[in-house]
């Protein structure tokens, strides 16, 4: 049984087991800093996707500095530390108190670095106190036994070992001081239960409230401008903790500065803080400038929106009614349709900072495989300003939801203006885009005047006969067969754009002549849409001056944007286009408020692991014995560190006591 817990006492104080321990943290602290810690699970599934969410949850990489094992090894790595000073330390500070060599002079000739000179008891007398009084700066010196008289320089560097491992034991003690192990025995014992649903402060139930006086935690909260908090939420694992705080944190004023490329460059919280005594604080906080009250850490983390109020309008999309939004929309607030369908508006961004998406698109096998292409799927790397956008779901009444992102402001792509719209139906795909081409007089009324007008089959008659009664002109195909043709195209692509048409010939065309068939059916619709165009623009005078006039490369281009915009628009998934038309911003900012007792001590063992360090690595303790014997001076030197730089301090000793030996010869020459 002792032989056992001998065997355990060794393996706990060995180098191994703590370089393998400390080899381990490391890994764990930098996958800790190359994941965001304490996020919601929702972020993290999104990010690494179902599978790898569940592995990483099983890990717990999403929170590993509070996970067990993580405090685990620094309960291992601290017993093992604080074995080896116990071991350790007293013989370093005897071997700091220790003078003489282990035996006699002949151990003492058997140094790296000796030498010997010839020469008189009187003169050897003399020579060694000179020796002593030049050299003693900053050194040591004693008699000792057997005319032995030793120096020595940088004894201290022992202290590095104390010092380096009291440095990991202080470290150690400091993580696991803020792992709020009695926060984790509560979870564990059941007394402490993450609150999963969406409440509101005062409706957490008990069981999900922290202490006012809890020793240690990191919690988050948003604050819009002008709005105050008392609280802050702890994340933990799939829900959150409510942890009250001894204060009441106000945010006056949020601004942020941007670079020319819209990315953010600095952003700042102008924050009032008043305490339970009645004392008030103004303070700006920034990103590594935190407000420090006491314990508490109040840390600038992020920024967002504070609900935003949004004045939109329903553009339809297609023939029908479509029903109305109220007056005000605000950003995280729901707003039920008639049609049963609920607006829920999630998000409101200023700025936008994403790759450019101008570039020369790639050639596409076919027209008709076009599939919400307003954005190039591969875009240039550099990153440019699109403006402002914002985010809303809309839910039907089985709860089925698609989220839209929609810029506010027209977007440049391949040399057109157009407004975009994302859509995508869940939230770990990617969103494909919808463009509306705006006019050269930069104006997207027109287009949706001009999409319902063009898709109303009452004017398609019309157009197919005066489109048959062109080509029978140049002796093409008889009218009858021409107009049944082009009516026919109008009408499929009524129902579904390009994909639909596409459906059709592959269904209904031999293979072989598909691709003829489709061409002549490209012709066609843009035949009819140019001749739709027309007739839309003398129909709504008011609207000419805003728009190009028929027959020039500009109403052409309009035309064939607009009928690429109305053929995805089939798979946008909404009748309606939410245009907002008024914004009145409001912006929030995100605060990590810690109350870490343990970061002092951290911070203390850092220093001490750092001077340690220096100390080992760079502080050279150098032993130098002078003694008389058998009619000769000899000079011994030792060092910890046996290399050039010993070797030129001992040629320096070697080269003094040389030049005071020819001084003292030329004194008696004289």
């Known amino acids: 049984m002792k032989l056992a817990y001998r065997r355990w006492l060794e393996l706990l104080g060995s180098m191994r087991l703590a370089i393998t321990l400390l080899i381990a943290i490391a890994l764990a602290s930098i996958i800790g800093t190359l994941i965001l810690q304490g996020e919601p699970y929702t972020n993290y599934q999104i990010q690494f996707g179902i599978f790898w969410f569940k592995e990483f949850a099983f890990l717990g990489v999403y929170d590993i500095?509070?996970?067990?094992?993580?405090?685990?090894?620094?309960?291992?790595?601290?017993?093992?530390?604080?074995?080896?000073?116990?071991?350790?330390?007293?013989?370093?500070?005897?071997?700091?108190?220790?003078?003489?060599?282990?035996?006699?002079?002949?151990?003492?000739?058997?140094?790296?670095?000796?030498?010997?000179?010839?020469?008189?008891?009187?003169?050897?007398?003399?020579?060694?106190?000179?020796?002593v009084q030049e050299h003693s700066r900053f050194a040591q010196s004693k008699f000792l036994a057997g005319n032995v008289t030793v120096l020595r320089w940088g004894a201290g560097h022992r202290w590095g070992y104390i010092l380096t491992h009291t440095g990991i034991i202080c470290i150690c003690l400091g993580g696991m001081l803020d792992s709020n192990l009695f926060f984790k025995w509560q979870q564990w014992h059941g007394s402490i239960v993450p609150e999963q649903r969406d409440l509101t402060p005062d409706a957490v139930p008990e069981r999900s409230r922290l202490s006012v006086n809890n020793p240690s935690f990191r919690a988050q909260v948003n604050v819009p401008e002008g709005g105050e908090t008392t609280y802050a939420f702890q994340n933990v694992e799939e829900g959150y903790l409510l942890q009250p705080l001894s204060f009441r944190l106000k945010l006056d004023h949020f601004h942020v500065e941007y670079h020319t490329t819209g990315q953010p460059k600095a952003f700042v919280s102008d924050i009032t803080v008043t305490t339970t005594e009645g004392q008030t604080y103004h303070q700006s906080v920034e990103v590594n400038k935190p407000f420090q009250l006491g314990p508490v850490s109040i840390y600038q983390s992020s920024f967002g929106d504070g609900g935003t109020e949004l004045s939109a309008r329903l553009v339809p999309l297609f023939a029908g009614k479509v029903p109305e939004l109220p007056s005000t929309l605000r950003v995280f607030n729901k707003y039920p349709l008639i049609n049963g369908h609920t607006i829920e508006v999630s998000d409101f961004k200023p700025i936008n900072v994403e790759a450019n998406p101008n570039r020369s698109p790639e050639k596409e096998e076919s027209i008709l495989k076009r599939f919400m292409s307003a954005v190039p799927k591969e875009r240039?790397?550099?990153?440019?300003?699109?403006?402002?956008?914002?985010?809303?779901?809309?839910?039907?009444?089985?709860?089925?939801?698609?989220?839209?992102?929609?810029?506010?402001?027209?977007?440049?792509?391949?040399?057109?203006?157009?407004?975009?719209?994302?859509?995508?139906?869940?939230?770990?795909?990617?969103?494909?885009?919808?463009?509306?081409?705006?006019t050269p007089e930069g104006y997207v009324e027109p287009y949706f005047l001009w999409r319902l007008y063009f898709l109303d089959s009452a004017h398609w008659s019309k157009w197919a006969e005066s489109f048959a009664k062109h080509q029978a002109a140049q002796g093409h195909f008889p009218d009858g067969a021409i107009t049944r043709m082009a009516h026919s195209v109008l009408e499929l692509f009524a129902k579904g754009g390009y994909e639909h048409v596409a459906a059709y010939l592959e269904k209904q065309v031999p293979k072989k002549e598909q691709e003829h068939i489709a061409e002549l059916y490209l012709k066609i619709l843009d035949q009819l849409s140019l001749e739709s165009y027309a007739d839309f623009y003398s129909e709504y005078p008011n609207w000419q001056s805003k728009m190009p006039k028929p027959g020039t490369v500009a109403s052409a281009d309009f035309v064939r944007e607009s009928i690429l915009s109305i053929s995805d628009s089939f798979l946008y998934g909404a009748p309606y286009y939410v245009q907002v038309v008024q914004i009145n911003p409001v912006q929030s900012s995100g605060f990590q408020i810690t109350r870490s007792p343990g970061k002092p001590v951290v911070y203390g063992g850092s220093l001490l692991l750092v001077i340690g360090t220096f100390l080992l690595f760079y502080w050279r303790e150098i032993r130098l014995w002078c003694w008389y014997e058998a009619g000769a001076l000899n000079l011994a030197l030792n060092s910890n560190r046996l290399d050039s730089l010993t070797q030129q301090r001992f040629n320096d000793f070697c080269h003094w006591v040389n030049s005071y030996l020819q001084e003292k010869a030329g004194m008696n020459e004289s």
């Not at 509070?66 to 093992?80: D, K, P, Q, V």
């Not at 350790?88 to 030498?115: D, E, I, K, N």
């Not at 939230?427 to 509306?436: A, E, K, M, V």
């Open 380 to 438: 240039s790397t550099r990153m440019m300003n699109l403006g402002s956008a914002w985010v809303y779901k809309d839910r039907d009444a089985q709860g089925q939801a698609r989220e839209y992102h929609n810029y506010l402001g027209p977007v440049l792509l391949d040399g057109h203006w157009y407004m975009v719209s994302g859509v995508r139906e869940a939230t770990d795909q990617p969103f494909h885009y919808l463009r509306f081409p705006l």
């Open 65 to 131: 500095y509070h996970t067990a094992w993580f405090i685990g090894l620094l309960g291992i790595l601290l017993a093992s530390t604080s074995l080896c000073v116990y071991r350790y330390t007293p013989s370093m500070f005897r071997a700091m108190r220790h003078w003489q060599p282990a035996s006699t002079s002949r151990v003492l000739r058997g140094m790296p670095h000796t030498a010997r000179w010839d020469m008189n008891e009187v003169k050897a007398g003399l020579l060694i106190p000179a020796l």
